[in-house]
């Protein structure tokens, strides 16, 4: 079965196609079959990342049975073993994705016949998004030193709770604590303690079953855009921080350094890992593609 990695974070621009693409590469020069997924409905832009034109098919093909199953509607990339399932003859926003689509491309992609599925998650929280992130118990989150960055990152993490406690507790409760949620549960001061208890304040029997699904979570995160003159102990503080408390296992893959030449990379459409494969932040990315595989 292939290992999942949902790739997200509350902010946009903080380089999720550009890290999605690069682990896909370097993963598959390695040997291993990987296919990339551009989720960012209505924006989508990975295969400019990988230096292609818009492909003809995508899930789009898949959803309008153009293709028989999801695996069809992936493209060979430049780079042998890499595949991509492209967006961007989807003309519906993310936010509009219909249930049942979301669900068949869910579903279709738990079964990829692949060894790497890296997903390409837009910017923000809204709800389609989020279950694209809970596709699997491994989302890697993507953020920069920025505390802007950092606050979201914490909210979105919190947001990722709150969503999979709706899909936990029975419908007609949560309905009950919609309010408590919409006004507490993700405003800055709260904790994820809070969002608990305000569950656990109406269905208290659940307190076993909701800890022990929340511990099934392996998050991951990554520091995108780091310069040397940040404090380097930052990651782990981070770290130490989630694993104190949230529910869930956190694990800090590392920092990409900032380096300018990543943009001209994506100006002449070649990926920044083949045309600088010697800089720092080629080195970072292989770094933590060593530890993801
Ligand atoms: N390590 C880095 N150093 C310098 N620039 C970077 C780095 N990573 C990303 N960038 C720049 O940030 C820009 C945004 O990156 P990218 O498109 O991957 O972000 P994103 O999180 O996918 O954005 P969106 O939320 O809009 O989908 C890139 O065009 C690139 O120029
Ligand atoms: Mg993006």
Known sequence: ??????IGGGKGGVGKSFITASLGALIAKWGKKVVIIDLDLGASNLHTLLGMQSPNIGLNSFLDKTVQDLESAAVSTSIPNLFLISSSHCYMEIANLFYAHKVKIIEAIKKLPFDYVFLDLGPGTNF?????????????????????????????????????LKQMIKKHIFNSLQKDFSEDAVKPGTTPSDIIEIALKHDPEKEGHL????SKFKFKFIFNQFRNNLDATLGNQFETICNRHFYSFFEFLGYVSFDGRIQDAIFSKTLYVHRYPHTQSAADLKNIAAKIT
Do not use: V, W
Request: net charge positive; charged share 25%.
């Open 128 to 164: 389609n998004m989020l279950d694209f992130f809970l596709t699997s118990e491994e989302g890697i989150l993507i953020c920069t030193p920025e505390p802007t960055s950092i606050e979201n990152s914490f909210r979105f993490i919190k947001t990722i709770y709150y969503r999979k």
């Open 1 to 6: 079965m292939a290992k999942i990695y949902p």
């Open 211 to 214: 800890r022990s699904q929340l």
